[in-house]
C-alpha cells in the first residue's frame, strides 16, 4: 500500500447546508490526507492544533477517515482554528470563527523543527504534501526528495521570500490557485530545473509548466454543487494518478474529473462520505469524456449540537459562557 504524509494547515470545518450542519477536519492537509486514504493509500498527517473541543472533533474525523494522527499534536496553549463553509450557487463562503460563540479566529503554530526527527524516524513516505513552509515541514519535504519521493508543495501564505524558496528547493511539484499566484507569485523563486508548477484557475482548467514550457489543460463541465474543496481533490488524484505511472498531462486531465466531480457535493470531503471509490472511478470517467452525472447533492446526517452548545456550530460551549 501505498503510504502518504500531510503537513500544514489544520481547522475544524463547520458546513452549513439544509439539511443542517456537518463538522470535518479540514484545511488543506487534512483534506488532502483524507482524500488520498479515500483513495486506498496509508495516510498520516503531522500538525498541530489545539487540545479543545474543536480539535478532539478533528481527530476523530480523520480516524474515520482512515488517516492516523500520531503525528497531529493536541496542544493545550493552542487553539483549534473553525472555518464556517456554505455555498452559493456552487460558489463557497468562508468565514473564520464561530459567528456565534467567537472561537476558532486562530492562526496556524507549525510543528518546531525538532519533531521532523521524530517523524522521519518512521521512514520515508512515498510522497509528502504541504502548504505552510515552516521549517518542520521544509526539513520533511527535503529529506523526501533527497530519498527519491515525490514532494508536493501548496503555497498559500505571503511567508517570507527564503521561506518560500527552501520550501520549493525540496519539492518536485509546486501547486497553486491562480488567486494565490497573483498573491504571493512575487515571493516565489523560479521554476527550478526538473520542478512542475502548476496553477489552477477552478472552472476555468489549469495550466502546467515543465521546463519552460506552459500547456493548458482545460477542465470537464459540471453544474457545481459547491466547489469549497476541489483543489485538494486534484492534489490528491493527481498524485494518485502519477504513483499509478500515469504521465503528467494525463495524470492531471483525470485530477481534473475527480476535482469536477466533488464540486458535485456539499463540503469539502462531501463526495468521499456520499460514494464509494468505484462509483467515483467511473462517474469520473464519465466526466472526463464530457457526459452528464446526476448531481450529488443529497441530505447528510447533521453533527447535533450538545445541550447547552453553540447553535450555530454544534460544539460545546466554554465553562465561562452562558
Known sequence: MLKALCGGYVV????????GIQR???GTAANIAANLSYLGWQSEIAARIGDDSAGKAVVADLRTAGVA???????????TPLIEHSSRDGVPRYRYGCSECRRGVA????LPAEAAIDVLRAGLRDVFVFDRPCRFNAAVAAAHQAGGRQVVYEPATRASPGAHRRACAAATIVKMSRLDSKKIGDRLPPTADGEVRIITDGADGATLEL???CRRIPPPCVSAVDAGGAGDWLTA???HRLASGSKLTDALDWAQAVAAMSTLYPGARGMSSSISRPSMYQRAGRVRRGMSVRTGYVATPSNRARRGGCPRCGLALPRHAS
Open 107 to 110: 492562526i496556524h503554530r507549525p
Open 12 to 19: 475544524l470545518d463547520i458546513v452549513h447546508g439544509p439539511w
Open 211 to 213: 521546463e519552460g514550457i
Open 24 to 26: 470535518a477536519a479540514g
Open 237 to 239: 488524484a493527481l498524485v
Open 69 to 79: 494522527v500520531d503525528g497531529l499534536w493536541l496542544d493545550a496553549g493552542t487553539k
